[in-house]
Every structure is written in C-alpha cells, then in structure tokens.
C-alpha cells in the first residue's frame, strides 16, 4: 500500500509533469466505485480545458490545483498508482483516468484491486474526507506538547494510535513498525502509559523516518540496512539487523513486526 512517502513521491512527479499545462482532453473509465460521488464523465468534462498550477496533500491524499475549481482529488488505496508517459500505448492496464496535456504528456492513474478513490473537491482541506485528517507529519508536524495531550487521553496501543488517520494522516502500517522499533516501544503499550521521554523519542522518530523516505524518493533500496523494514516481510524466523528474533503479532488489527 502506498503511504505518505509514496504518495508524496508521486504528487513531485505528476506536478512537474502537469504544472503550468492545459488538460486537453481526458479518458476516464466507467467505475463508479472509484470515481467517488461524481460519473467519470462528468468529471472528465470538469477537468477539460482547466490548467493545472500546482498541487497539494495531506497525508496520502493528494490534489492537483487548477485555474479553477473544482479540483481533481487522488486516494491511491491499495494499488492505485500514477503514471506519466508520452504515448498512448503505454496507457497502464486498469488505467482509471487519463489527462492529456497540451505538451503531449499523459498522466495515467491505474487502480487494479479498484480500493483507491478520485473525488472532486471545491476546497479539498475544508471538505471529507481530507477535513476529517489529523497533523501532516511534513506539512504541520505536532509540537511535543500535543503529542503528550492526546496520549494521555487514549488508552489504545500506542500503535493503534499511531495509525488512527484522525490523529496524524498519512502513518501506514510498516512506518508505525519502524517509528516503535527505532524507538524502542512496545507497540502494545497504551498511550496514557508512556513517559513524554518516550513520547518525545516517538515524535522524533516519526519526524526522522518520513523525511529520510521522502529525501530518497521512497526508494526502499536506500533506507539505511539498520532500519527494520529490510527485515519484516519474511515473517518466518526472520531477524532485525542486529540478529535480534522478530515477532509478529495483531496489534490494532494489524500484523505488527517488533523486536523485544
């Protein structure tokens, strides 16, 4: 599943491509499951001749800004993805939507398990489901203090926490292993427990990691090797950097990787 790094990743490279250009035309596929609240052509005749001049995200959501609203609004769900080429034949299979832009780019958005959803949104930050996120990590990161508030309030795993969109958008599933792991934190732990030492290490940690991802693009390949990630995914006697067993457990209905 893509997550913030991801996401981010891939807003840089569709607003290079797309800034400052007119949608010439569009394709749109009819699913009304992805296309949410809107019929793909409608919204493909919305989005024609509209230039685009920028973009915005709050956790893995994503907008492209146009010259006038509404705006066209990206939740990549499990497998969806953006595509940017040049020819009509590399068009992405399950391809959902495409923009053609007055240079001859083509944006493509693809969606095979069709879990990802396109919106249109007059105001995307004041409407759901975007209205309805916490803090942005990269965009307005929490102060220390609020972190420490709205722990003490909660008597959830500080895991489940950690993945609650309300309280900070965009933390996916392996990013809230690795926030606990470089912090040394049980993910079982309930939050009105941990000392604001520890909290504080949870918010730094998180700040760390989804710089770094962002800084490499996402590219998994140059996460530092101490970084649980490289080590999660076997599950059968697998083992951290260090050699120390790693176990998998449910936590917050999730598969959680942790080192004790």
């Not at 420490?148 to 392996?174: H, M, S, T, Y």
């Not at 989804?210 to 590219?219: L, M, P, Q, R």
Request: aromatic share 10%; with cysteine; net charge positive.
């Amino acid at each position: 599943m893509p997550e913030l790094p991801e996401v981010e990743t891939s807003r840089r490279e569709v607003t290079r491509a797309a800034k400052g250009h007119i949608i010439e035309n569009v394709f749109v596929s009819d699913d009304r499951i992805v296309f949410d609240g809107i019929a793909p052509r409608t919204f493909a005749n919305k989005m024609k001749g509209r230039k685009v001049v920028g973009s915005d995200r709050r956790g893995k959501q994503y907008w492209l800004e146009l010259d006038k609203p509404p705006f066209p609004v990206f939740h990549y769900g499990m497998t969806g993805w953006m595509h940017v080429y040049k020819d009509k034949s590399e068009r992405p299979r399950f391809c959902k939507m495409e923009l053609l832009l007055d240079n001859g780019t083509r944006i493509g958005y693809r969606d095979p398990r069709r879990l990802g959803r396109i919106r249109l949104r007059k105001d995307p930050l004041t409407e759901p489901p975007i209205s309805n996120l916490g803090f942005d990590p990269v965009h307005d990161m929490a102060e220390l203090a609020l972190f420490v508030e709205i722990f003490a309030k909660r008597k959830a795993p500080v895991k489940a926490v950690l993945l609650d969109q309300k309280f900070c958008a965009g933390i996916g599933n392996w990013i809230a292993d690795e926030i606990l792991y470089q912090a040394k934190i049980d993910p079982r732990k309930p939050t009105n427990q941990l000392t604001p030492v520890e909290t504080k290490r949870i918010r730094k940690k998180l700040e760390d990691i989804i710089t770094f991802a962002i800084k490499v693009g996402a590219d998994d390949s140059k996460f530092p090797r101490t970084w649980l990630f490289h080590y999660r995914w076997g599950k059968k006697a697998a083992k951290d950097g260090k050699g120390n067993p790693i176990e998998f457990i449910r936590v917050g209905g999730r598969t959680t990787a942790w080192v004790k």
